[in-house]
């Protein structure tokens, strides 16, 4: 079957309108459904226990502390510390169980036999409040009870500090900012026990499993993963279809005429977007050590390898897990931004075979605008954590407190127009090839790419700390999700595609078609598929069906990548030994296998409706986060860097034996750390969430039982290998900046493209 350029261009703005419209149309919802924020939370006598002005300030507290890269809220955060929801809706359950064994037994419940007990437990499930209308939340005496108790329970732990729990003395400032904080997170319990208004389940649709509070998965999530496995098979059958029945171009893989690095011209916008790759890989070695920090403190909590004590320095003070880790995610964006961008700007030369006048100023400024956005947003989270902002700013210029998002917003709003600047940057670039293609041609998919980036960016400014938690979750999510199963593997594909094309593998109308048809089937499925992000925060129980269904189907375009990793590596093997581009093949293979693993396999398995309401939240996410944001996003960023290498370093110096020795100890490392480690801690917490609650899975209890922590100490050999890799590459990265070829001077005259026409 042959299809054309127009046809997949025009299916292409169809699945754009129509993820457009769905959104949309969620985002409404949204605002509508969200959980209500009561006026008051009143006792039995009418005494107020709690106003909605404490819950919002809670929530404000919540992100000023970073206590979401500590633990996570309804789900979504850190794993280290306890889900908030769940630990608030686990203490209310015993609290109000100790209430009543006192007030009718005239002893603790755990001291009463097991009838008695039984009878107790019956109790308390059946009076939690389960009505959500109006605004008061009317609390009997023994919810009240247990409320009050919370907030004691929170002021110990984040005020006054636990080192059992890896909480540092002042996490949160005060202990009335605790004590909000509490009231912030009991809201969070209720509205998950609390039925929505004509309907017969909780606004999280019964999450987290709580048995004793009567929470257990709904009808709906059994129904639909049976749906999910039916389209799984459905959507295998139809991707082996499509990939045999639709005419698209593969890389020659005879008759090839690549061109050598040295017969490639290098203008000095070229030689200004390499400057990108030190600063890059000092980010990435910042964020692989911080990784070790982290993956240790799970063992140690307030310790490292006895050297704290032995110098007298209290780690756990001094660099907080909260901190670690928001440090830690956001170096991880931004050195893959940083690769990325300066890819970007390094390849149009290579088709135009020219460069406009002052590029290389020009990138040389976005590069310096990068690294004072990075080193004020870093800073400024640490700032903020020590208190050193007033009023507002701790949010603008300190630290946001989302994960993924953590920096201030003006640190994103800088981001945001660096993302602009690169655009303009690689529109000047591009310019050539602009003029004589169509709207649907290879450079304008990259630059569609790229600014759907930054569009979908634009979401996260569209919440403030005083926003609803389901509201906020919704547009973060946006920016996080859309971003990695839209934009991102939209932006994979395009840049592979234009590094075929540089290589001389591909013609350009050929790599425009290929992108146009996985960018098809990646918007098709990735963008909508953000909904099974929206199964227990909050969000009506439609976005299960939906999301069971895009989730799913999200798998496919990844089986694409797959096959279009597995073709590039033929065209690479029948290069000979003569094929200069070995190395940044090696790591864009590596991409697709990464891809369809993290992204594909283990981001299905987990996103089943079923499987996901006890696994949500678990070691088995980090699995599928690690695999995904480092296997295939990270090692494409580090191919085009070696590409980029490659090209620019004198041939006569050229060594790629580091590169290669780092390629091996990321990939085995984070097999390691993926397969020996993380997924089975990520199955043992399955099992305890299943059996047990999910607060059992989450608990300090679980990560102190003999098998976790020796699965713990079982990462040490992967984590040591990417940190080695990471040194290598760095160490590689500063030595090749001495062996850089000659450029061309601005006023030299274009030289004839390097790449096979389309004639």
Not at 336 to 354: D, K, V
Not at 551 to 560: A, D, G, M, Q, R
């Amino acid at each position: 079957m042959h299809v054309t350029r127009q046809t997949l261009a025009r299916l292409l703005v169809v699945a754009f309108v129509v993820n457009l419209v769905v959104m949309g149309a969620g985002a409404a919802l949204a605002y509508e459904k969200a959980p209500p924020i009561p006026d008051r939370i009143e006792g039995p006598d009418g005494a107020t226990i709690a106003t909605s002005e404490d819950i919002r300030t809670g929530k404000t507290t919540f992100q000023k502390a970073g206590l979401m890269n500590h633990g996570s809220i309804l789900g979504n955060g850190a794993y280290y510390g306890v889900d908030y929801t769940a630990d608030a809706l686990d203490l209310k359950v015993q609290y109000m169980r100790q209430y009543h064994a006192r007030e009718e037994y005239g002893t603790d419940y755990d001291a009463l036999s097991e009838e008695r007990q039984a009878a107790v437990a019956t109790r308390v499930e059946q009076r939690l409040d389960r009505t959500a209308d109006g605004d008061v939340v009317r609390y009997s005496a023994a919810e009240t009870y247990a409320h009050r108790q919370v907030r004691d329970e929170y002021v110990q732990r984040y005020h006054e500090g636990s080192h059992e729990r890896g909480v540092p003395e002042g996490m949160i400032a005060s202990e009335a900012a605790a004590r909000q904080f509490a009231d912030f997170a009991m809201w969070t319990a209720w509205f998950s026990h609390a039925d929505r208004p004509a309907g017969d389940h909780s606004y999280t649709n019964e999450w987290p499993y709580a048995p004793g509070a009567g929470n257990d998965a709904t009808a709906a999530a059994m129904t639909w993963s049976v749906v999910a496995m039916i389209l799984l098979v459905a959507g295998a059958g139809a991707a082996v279809w499509l990939y045999r029945a639709v005419d698209l171009p593969e890389p020659e893989v005879e008759g090839i005429d690549v061109p050598a690095p040295d017969e490639v011209a290098l203008f000095p916008g070229q030689r200004a977007a390499t400057r990108f790759i030190p600063v890059a890989a000092g980010l990435f070695l910042g964020q692989v050590l911080l990784g070790g920090l982290l993956a240790h403190f799970y063992v140690e909590r307030a310790a490292f390898f006895g050297l704290g004590e032995l110098l007298g320095v209290n780690v756990l003070q001094w660099l907080p897990f909260a901190i670690a880790k928001t440090w830690h995610i956001d170096l991880g964006i931004l050195w893959i931004a940083t690769l990325w961008l300066g890819a970007g700007l390094f390849l149009p030369p290579l088709l135009t075979g020219r460069e406009p006048a002052r590029q290389g100023t020009f990138v040389n400024v976005l590069l310096g605008a990068l690294v004072v956005v990075s080193v004020g947003g870093l800073a400024g989270i640490w700032l903020g954590a020590q208190g050193y902002f007033d009023g507002q700013l701790w949010w603008i210029l300190g630290n946001e407190g989302l994960e993924y998002l953590e920096v201030g917003r003006l640190w994103q709003v800088g981001l945001l127009a660096g993302f602009l600047l690169w655009a303009g940057l690689a529109y000047r670039g591009f310019k050539p090839l602009l003029d004589d293609e169509p709207k649907y041609g290879l450079s304008h998919l990259i630059l569609y790419a790229g600014g759907s980036i930054a569009l979908l960016f634009c979401a996260g400014m569209l919440y403030t700390p005083q926003t609803n938690i389901a509201v906020t979750e919704f547009w973060r999510w946006w920016v996080v999700h859309m971003w990695v199963e839209g934009a991102f593997e939209f932006f994979i594909v395009a840049i592979v595609g234009i590094t075929l094309v540089s290589m001389n593998l591909l013609k350009r109308q050929s790599a425009a078609k290929a992108v146009m048809f996985e960018a098809l089937l990646v918007m098709g499925t990735g963008v909508i598929g953000v909904s099974h992000h929206y199964w227990w925060i909050g969000m009506p129980d439609l976005w299960v069906p939906i999301g069971s269904a895009f989730s799913t189907l999200e798998l496919v375009p990844l089986v694409f990548i797959l096959y279009e990793a597995i073709n590039e590596y033929r065209a690479m093997a029948t290069g000979g030994e003569g094929f200069p581009y070995t190395l940044p093949f090696m790591f864009i293979v590596a991409s697709g296998v990464w891809n369809f693993v993290g992204a594909g396999v283990l981001g299905f398995f987990i996103n089943l409706p079923l499987v996901n309401y006890y696994e949500h939240g678990t070691y088995l996410t980090v699995a599928h986060a690690h695999a995904a944001m480092f296997g295939a996003f990270g090692f494409l960023a580090l191919g085009m860097a070696t590409y980029m290498l490659r090209i620019s370093v004198d041939p006569s110096e050229w060594d790629g034996s580091w590169l290669r020795y780092a390629f091996w100890c990321w990939n085995v490392g984070l097999a390691l750390m993926v397969l020996v480690s993380v997924t089975p801690v990520g199955f043992l917490q399955l099992e305890t969430a299943f059996t047990q609650g999910y607060d059992a899975a989450r608990s300090v209890a679980f990560y102190e039982r003999p098998l976790v922590e020796l699965l713990f100490w079982a990462r040490m050999p992967g984590d040591t290998l990417i940190i080695l890799g990471t040194a290598i590459f760095t160490a590689d990265v500063v030595r090749k900046r001495f062996d850089l070829r000659s450029v061309l001077a601005e006023e030299d005259e274009p030289v004839s493209d390097p790449v096979v026409s389309d004639d």
